[in-house]
Structure formats: structure tokens, C-alpha cells
């Protein structure tokens, strides 16, 4: 244990001697935290509108000032004809045309049908569909307003009703940075850890150190423990700034319990940092070392449920998800958070990110080999 001390008061005095690993472990998460969740929207505001209008109706009127009046879209281009319209499309100017073809207004009130055309600009495919399906729905309530005008109900109306309420558990309000803060800070924490860790092995062989280490009598057990727990330590002071800012600036108060997060980060960190050793032994230089942890950070991050749900994607990603320990922690994150979840509820995650644990520390530790 004394050659374990050691080791940590080599490594701590390590990290500190060099300033710059002070800032990119601390400042820059916090700067990422407090930006990224603002940019990290689901929602999509401000749809760029073209409107041709051959009507020029009353309802007409009425439809465009209620598609406007939403929130959701503005009006950049009134145009006489489709071609015009067009063109601001092709100028980047339109997100969506929205056709009224003439007699709407009249088709409408005599036939009790009239027909729009929607046209919308797929290059951002994510803001074409929503753009599609918002103004669809506000067409459809439109339309549910003018024929409940129409409608001559009797006194003693004979047909049943049914009336549907609904409540959004755990995050009522819909606030998206509640759903995205605690999945950045995992993210945040997870590229600390992995690139950190997998430069430090790599460090030692660049500055020649490791051919003392080598014929020292240190085990590599203590070895690779004297690498990864100084930032085990630092990851979680890290996860405490983050969870401080969380509550500050998003007002991110965790439904369950402080306890359930830091006994899962704690394993997490272990089975992440574990991964970085790892990679930090088959690397000959940082740069080696940099690229394989960001080629595999990048994969975990974008297949771990942040920014898209796990259900929606092929069968295939998902049996890859079930390998990817970025994804149980979100998990795990969001339900304590949001949900409240305890210890007992998130037990499948635990025993998962332990297999994790050993599965790459100890892979880490027989694959480093000393050579005297």
C-alpha cells in the first residue's frame, strides 16, 4: 500500500505541475455545460414561411394568421405565384410553402372540403418533418374550428363524448434542458475520463519514464491503479461542479437521491477510466492514443441515447447500445433525476457497468506487459 501512496502523490503532482490539464479539466466543462444545453433544443422555432395565396379570402386570412400566430413559423415571402415562392426556397430564404389555391374558401363552405399544398424544404430533414407536422396540425385544428361553427348542436345532444386529459410525468413542464443537462454532464465526464486516461500510460513511454517504472519492483496492479484513480477523483469532483451548476443555472433539483448518482458514477468512472488504460497500452505516442479514444468516445456518445432515442434506431444499434456503458449511465442519470429511481431500481445498470469494470481493467492490467 505504501508503493500505491506513492505512486498517487507522483501522479497528483503530475496533473497539477501542468496548468493547462487544470483548465481543460475543470473550466472547459463548466463553459460547455453552461452553453450546450441551451443550443441542445428539441424544439424548432422560428420556420421560415412562404405563402401563395389565390384566394385571398377571409379564411384564408384567417388560416395564415393562425399558422403565424403560433409560435412556430414567420412569414418571410408573400408571394403571387408558386415559382416565386420557390425561389426563396432556392435562396434559403423559405423554409415551407404553404399553396391556398383559389375557391378555398368557397369549396370549403359549399363542398365542406378544400384542398392546401404543403411544400417543404428537405435539406435539414429534421426541420422539414417537424415544420411539416406542425403546420399539419394547425390546419386540422383550423379546420375543427370552422365546421364546430357550422355544427347546429340539438338541446340534448344524443351522441356520447369523450373527453382525453393527459399529464407529462417527471418533467411536466417539458423543459428540454432538464432532459439534456444530465445527459451533457455524463458526456462531458466520459471524454475527461477516457482521453485523460488514455493519454497517461502513453505519457510516460513519450517522456521515457516507463523504462524506470519497468525495472522497479512496482506490480503493475499498483501501476495501473496509480494511474486511475487520481482521475477517478478528479471525474467526480468534476461531476459534483456540474451537478452544482445543474441546480444553480437550470434550477435541476434531482427527484432521488445525491447517493444514487455518486455510487453510479463511481462504478462508471471505473469501467470508463478502465477503458482508457486500456487503449493507453496498445499506443505508442499521445497522438495514437488521442484519436482511438475520440473514434471511440464519439461512437458511444452518439449511440447512447442523448440526442436520439435508443428505441428508434435499427435492431442492429440497439444490440450494439447494450455494449455501450455511455448509455446505461444517461439512463440511469435521467431516471434519478427526473424520476427519483433508487438504488433498486437501477440494479440491471449496476451489475452491467461492474461487468464493464472488470471486463476492461482487467483486460488493461494483463495486457500491460513490464519489460526490464
Known amino acids: 500500500m505504501r508503493v500505491l501512496k506513492f505512486l498517487l502523490q507522483k501522479e497528483f503532482r503530475q496533473i497539477f505541475r501542468d496548468p493547462s490539464i487544470f483548465r481543460v479539466l475543470f473550466i472547459a466543462p463548466i463553459v460547455q455545460l453552461l452553453i450546450l444545453p441551451l443550443a441542445a433544443n428539441y424544439q424548432i422555432k422560428n420556420i421560415n414561411l412562404a405563402v401563395v395565396d389565390h384566394d385571398h379570402s377571409q379564411y384564408s386570412q384567417i388560416l395564415i394568421n393562425k399558422i403565424v400566430s403560433s409560435g412556430y413559423f414567420r412569414l418571410t415571402d408573400y408571394s403571387a405565384t408558386f ?41 435539414n430533414g429534421i426541420k422539414a418533418g417537424l415544420g411539416a407536422a406542425y403546420i399539419q396540425q394547425i390546419i386540422q385544428n383550423y379546420n375543427q374550428t370552422v365546421r364546430m361553427k357550422w355544427i347546429q348542436f340539438p338541446r340534448f345532444s344524443p351522441q356520447p363524448t ?19 443537462v444530465p445527459g451533457i454532464l455524463v458526456m462531458l465526464i466520459t471524454i475527461i475520463g477516457s482521453n ?14 516507463i523504462e524506470q517504472i519497468n525495472v522497479s519492483p512496482i506490480k503493475k496492479t499498483y501501476f495501473i491503479l496509480g494511474k486511475l484513480i487520481p482521475f477517478w477523483i478528479l ?22 437521491h445525491y447517493i444514487t448518482i455518486y455510487i453510479f458514477s463511481a462504478i462508471y468512472l471505473l469501467a470508463i477510466l478502465g477503458l482508457g ?11 495514437q492514443s488521442f484519436l482511438v479514444a475520440f473514434f471511440v468516445i464519439m461512437i458511444f456518445n452518439l449511440m447512447s441515447g442523448l440526442f436520439t432515442p435508443i428505441e428508434s434506431m435499427p435492431h442492429w444499434a440497439q444490440v450494439i447500445t447494450w455494449f455501450n456503458p455511455v448509455s446505461y449511465f444517461i439512463e440511469v442519470m435521467r ?38
Open 335 to 372: 431516471m434519478a433525476i427526473l424520476k427519483g429511481s433508487g438504488l433498486a431500481d437501477i440494479k440491471n445498470q449496476i451489475f452491467a457497468i461492474i461487468g464493464f469494470a472488470i471486463f476492461f481493467n482487467g483486460w488493461a492490467i494483463l495486457n500491460y506487459r513490464k519489460r526490464s
Open 196 to 209: 485523460f486516461a488514455a493519454l497517461n500510460i502513453v505519457k510516460e513511454k513519450e517522456l521515457g519514464t
Open 83 to 123: 415559382p416565386l415562392a420557390l425561389q426563396s426556397v432556392e435562396l434559403d430564404k423559405s423554409d415551407l410553402i404553404l399553396e391556398i389555391p383559389e375557391h378555398f374558401q368557397k369549396d370549403l363552405v359549399k363542398d365542406n372540403k378544400a384542398n392546401l399544398f404543403v411544400a417543404a424544404n428537405a435539406i
Open 235 to 256: 471525474a467526480l469532483v468534476v461531476l459534483t461542479a456540474g451537478l452544482i451548476i445543474a441546480r444553480l443555472v437550470y434550477n435541476i433539483i434531482p427527484v432521488g
Open 277 to 287: 488504460l486500456l487503449m493507453s497500452t496498445y499506443a505508442q505516442t499521445q497522438q
Open 162 to 180: 369523450i373527453d382525453v386529459e393527459y399529464s407529462d410525468w417527471y418533467n411536466p413542464n417539458m423543459n428540454y434542458p432538464f432532459f439534456m
